[in-house]
């Protein structure tokens, strides 16, 4: 009887972690001055690769500075409007994303165009 106890605990502690594959870093990382504990061990923790701030331009013509919040997660979509296929079908995901998740204030949703010399902004407010 005292043994299952002791069992489960062990169990729990050592083999029960959770088994998920981390997504890929690329880019430089460097170790930083701060550390965070794990079972009594500090540990250095590590900073990757951010992305620095740049300007957009909106539909509207108004500057839209990228990433807005460096709190927020944000859901990146990269499209054409002269795109004949899957655009349109992916426009629509990311709109029902963006309305699924409107009441999350950790997520921001972008949709960019990789053809900015025809995409003016009255092209894209067409689109949209």
């Known amino acids: 009887m005292l043994a299952v106890p002791g069992l489960l605990y062990y169990l729990l502690q050592e083999k029960g972690k959770n088994r998920y594959k981390p997504l890929a870093i690329f880019g430089p990382k460097e170790v930083a001055n ?3 504990t ?3 061990k500090q540990i250095p923790d ?3 690769h951010t992305i ?3 300007k957009l331009t909106s539909q509207d013509s108004k500057p839209i500075t990228f ?3 460096s709190h927020r997660i944000t859901v990146v979509n990269f499209f054409f409007s002269r ?3 899957f655009c349109t079908d992916m426009n629509k995901q990311m709109e029902e994303l963006s309305f699924k998740f409107s009441r999350n204030r950790l997520l921001q949703f972008y949709s960019i165009t990789v053809d900015p ?3 003016k902004p009255a092209v894209l407010k067409t689109y949209a």
Do not use: K
């Open 34 to 36: 701060t550390f965070h």
């Open 52 to 54: 620095h701030p740049f």
């Open 38 to 40: 794990v079972r009594g």
């Open 67 to 69: 990433p807005a919040d």
């Open 117 to 119: 010399e025809y995409d």
């Open 83 to 85: 795109c004949p296929s």
């Open 46 to 48: 590590t900073l990757y």
